[in-house]
């Protein structure tokens, strides 16, 4: 079992940078495929970024997030520069088995947090 905290959402404005993060707890922490993901006001749960034997970007954040994790700590991280006000979201962190080739679908993720609210005003 894995439980997942996120932490680093709030308030920011277009343009500024926000630092997510997620600890992990239990053991095992880096044999997890770890992912983030947003989900806005009436919309669907979208992919944002996986960190597992390799990084993977969704298009439309590609060039200003950037997913880290550090296993000594147990925690992923989701640096988020240039923001826009359509990154506004609640973001939510997930944790999976690193060989899935699904890691765009929720599927692809057994376990996860309870979201972090990131707003980006005009």
């Known amino acids: 079992q894995v439980q997942l905290v996120e932490s680093g959402g709030g308030l920011v404005q277009a343009g500024d940078s926000l630092r997510l993060s997620c600890t992990a707890s239990?053991?095992?922490?880096?044999?997890?495929?770890m992912g983030w993901f947003r989900q806005a006001p009436g919309k669907e749960r979208e992919f944002v970024a996986r960190?597992?034997?390799?990084?993977f970007y969704a298009d439309s954040i590609k060039g200003r997030f950037t997913i880290s994790r550090d296993n000594a700590k147990n925690t992923v991280y989701l640096q988020m520069n240039s923001l826009k006000p359509e990154d506004t979201a609640v973001y939510y962190c997930a944790a999976g088995p690193i060989s899935s080739s699904e890691y765009r679908s929720l599927r692809a993720y057994n376990y996860w947090g309870q979201g972090t609210q990131v707003t980006v005003s005009s």
């Open positions: 960190f597992s034997r390799a990084t």
């Open positions: 239990g053991r095992a922490f880096a044999t997890y495929a």
